[in-house]
């Protein structure tokens, strides 16, 4: 699951920083209509002198001293890590929970696959099954509701539960292991049936030219899919990636239709219906709900009418009122939507219908959205849970965000299901996303620590994030950022014993 593509980059560096300043509204503001919501929960600053200052119209202040400040983080010491070295790198990012969940169905099947070829009673028609199953379970881990199911049930957890069982279920968002895992899984036991399949055809034993030909077919469009869904591939080559997944994607499939058909066709009995041998088969009906997994999301398609708010001249917010989201949502829009999707996180507020979508520069679809912002989008299937849902599992919250990572962490501010601190670091922050999102976002949230990276520069994130969670004795960090800042942030509270969760790029 990859991170929305309004996260902007926030990268450390050591800088001495004497002061900390968190932006408030001006009393005048807090006259306007701004979300009224009621405080789960509320942690009031020591600051023992509090020196207010006017800047651009807002009123700033600088706390000197206690609280939740980062006047002097950078001298803190950051307790020893857990573990040696090697054993973290291993558990922490070469065997993380993703790779873990694929390594589980890849070895499972490769143990089931040398079985079946030590013993050399292989049969055409069993390893076409394994191979249809493979692949069913691929595509189903990629359904919208299929996800959301699987977020709903993990989510559901008690906090009164142990905190080791409730940061594996925070780990839910890395169920992307599962498809690929089952996908390399299924391409491997489909090569098998190939060969299988090509020695009973030399033999004259069931098979037929048909059933080949779609197989090799198949293998084909598989391993294309495979070479560009590989991280570096994938990153380089983005757009070629998405056509792959969805053209090759959708071509394997009808070609597995065919190829079903035509097996069981080989394989039917003396006597016995066409008709009646497809719907006894087993792959048809795997083959039957996997597609229609595929379609549903697209009779989902809509054009939808959109009111864009000019935030700056980096970035637009989007209004919608079309479906109502939950906090950890996010949603793709396109304007053509058999060759481009872009997935945003939605920013929702309770009691309010309809969502927005703070849309960043980053890019030439998003610098379009901000320069020409559209009157209607397209949107499909139904909004997604991603990794910010898992917040409600602990007790206590740090939630980090860079720039336009704030996207997806807002609703969850606003929600207020669990005490939380807010750390959001982005340049020019009131002059880039405007006075009304910060000023709700503090309203909601008001012990809240904006860092603005154009006043004070870039933060050391690792250690102003254990600031934060020292100072809010926090049970978990949930981070929104770029990928390098978010797997440092990641490891370096993981690797001392703090839950932390981030976006992942494997997949």
């Known amino acids: ?10 990268a450390p560096h050591e800088q001495d920083l004497s002061t900390v300043s968190v932006v408030l509204p001006s009393a005048a503001h807090f006259r306007q209509q701004l979300p009224s919501l009621p405080h789960a929960s509320e942690k009031t600053s020591n600051a023992s002198t509090a020196v207010p200052s006017i800047s651009d119209g807002k009123s700033e202040i600088s706390f000197e001293k206690g609280g939740l400040s980062w006047e002097g983080y950078l001298d803190d010491e ?15 990012q070469i065997f993380s929970l993703y790779r873990r969940l694929f390594g589980i169905v890849f070895i499972t099947n490769m143990a089931i ?30 359904q919208d509701y299929v996800i959301n199911a699987f977020f709903v049930v993990a989510t559901a957890a008690p906090r009164s539960w142990p905190l080791w ?39 004259k034993e069931h098979i037929t ?16 899919i495979i070479v560009f869904a590989f991280p570096k591939a994938r990153t380089r080559h ?43 088969a087993p792959p048809f009906w795997l083959v039957l709900i996997m597609t229609c997994s595929i379609i549903l999301p697209w009779l989902r398609l809509r054009k939808v009418p959109v009111r ?26 396109s304007h053509n939507p058999l060759f481009e999707w872009h997935s945003f996180a939605t920013i929702s507020t309770p009691g309010a219908h309809g969502y927005s979508a703070v849309v960043s520069r980053a890019g030439d679809w998003t610098s379009g959205q901000i320069a020409s912002p559209p009157k209607e989008i397209w949107v499909r299937g139904v909004p997604c849970y991603g990794v910010v ?10 939630l980090v965000a860079t720039g336009s990572g704030i996207g997806p962490i807002a609703p969850v501010v606003f929600a207020k299901k669990v005490p939380l601190q807010l750390l959001w670091t982005a340049p020019a922050v009131r002059k880039t996303f405007g006075d009304k999102l910060v000023d709700s976002l503090l309203e909601a949230n008001p012990s809240a620590v904006i860092y603005d990276t154009r006043e004070h520069g870039k933060p050391d994130m690792v250690k102003l994030t254990y600031r934060m969670v020292r100072e809010f004795d926090a049970e978990a960090v949930v981070i929104i950022s770029n990928e390098a800042l978010t797997r440092k942030v990641v490891y370096g509270m993981m690797s001392r014993g703090i839950p932390a969760f981030g976006a992942i790029w494997d997949s």
């Open 1 to 10: 699951m990859s991170a929305p593509d309004a996260a902007v980059a926030s």
């Open 78 to 92: 950051l307790p020893e890590k857990t573990h040696d070295h090697f054993l973290r790198n291993v558990r922490f």
């Open 113 to 142: 696959f040398i079985a079946t070829c030590v013993r050399g009673d292989m049969d055409a028609n069993y390893l076409g099954k394994v191979s249809i199953a493979n692949i069913f379970v691929a595509i189903l881990m990629r």
């Open 165 to 203: 069982i409730r940061r594996i279920l925070g780990r839910v968002y890395t169920i992307g292991g599962i498809h690929s895992g089952a996908a390399i899984s299924g391409t491997i036991w489909l090569i098998l049936f190939a060969a299988q399949s090509t020695r009973q055809f030399i033999k």
């Open 209 to 224: 030219i048909p059933t080949l030909v779609f197989t090799y077919s198949i293998i084909a469009l598989l391993i294309g």
């Open 238 to 280: 983005h757009d070629t990636f998405e056509m792959t997944h969805r053209f090759c994607g959708w071509t394997a499939v009808a070609l597995v239709w065919c190829l079903v058909i035509f097996l069981i066709k080989d394989y039917k009995q003396p006597g016995q219906t066409l008709g009646r041998a497809v719907v006894e």
């Open 308 to 333: 864009a708010e000019i935030l700056s001249n980096h970035c637009v917010q989007l209004h919608f009122d079309y479906v109502d989201t939950q906090p950890g949502h996010f949603t793709r829009m």
């Open 389 to 398: 849902a898992v917040t409600p599992l602990f007790r206590r919250v740090v």
